[in-house]
């Protein structure tokens, strides 16, 4: 089955960290980059992170840069994001993503974190 399983949100304080994972199934993980996306009510899903499938390239937005690192384990078909210093603008539910190509592109069911003041 072609799927992606996000699992690791939460509720945290303001400073504290989570850690995201998503487990992929059903295609050759190692060949594709992978992302994480978020969105809150009312505004447009946004890129936060993505892991090239070398794992070696990752990019950014800039108000998590410095803050999450993304990785990923192609031998276990994981991705994760570790998120540090975590503020209150970044509640949103989180997806984990991949374009497969030929218009499939695979989202998660997403997982909810929420940043306390």
């Known amino acids: 089955q072609v799927q992606l399983v996000e699992s690791g949100g939460g509720l945290v304080q303001a400073g504290g960290s989570l850690r995201l994972s998503c487990a992929a199934s059903g295609f050759g993980f190692a060949a594709y980059h992978m992302n994480w996306y978020r969105q809150t009510p009312g505004k447009e899903r946004e890129l936060v992170a993505r892991v090239f499938s070398t794992g070696g390239k990752r990019i950014y937005i800039a108000s998590v840069r410095g803050r999450f690192d993304i990785s990923r384990d192609n031998s276990k078909k994981m991705v994760y994001l570790q998120m540090d210093s975590l503020k209150p603008e970044d509640t949103a539910v989180y997806y984990c993503?991949?374009?497969?190509?030929?218009?499939?592109?695979?989202w998660g069911q997403g997982t909810q974190v929420t940043v306390s003041s």
């Open positions: 993503n991949v374009d497969l190509g030929g218009g499939r592109d695979l």
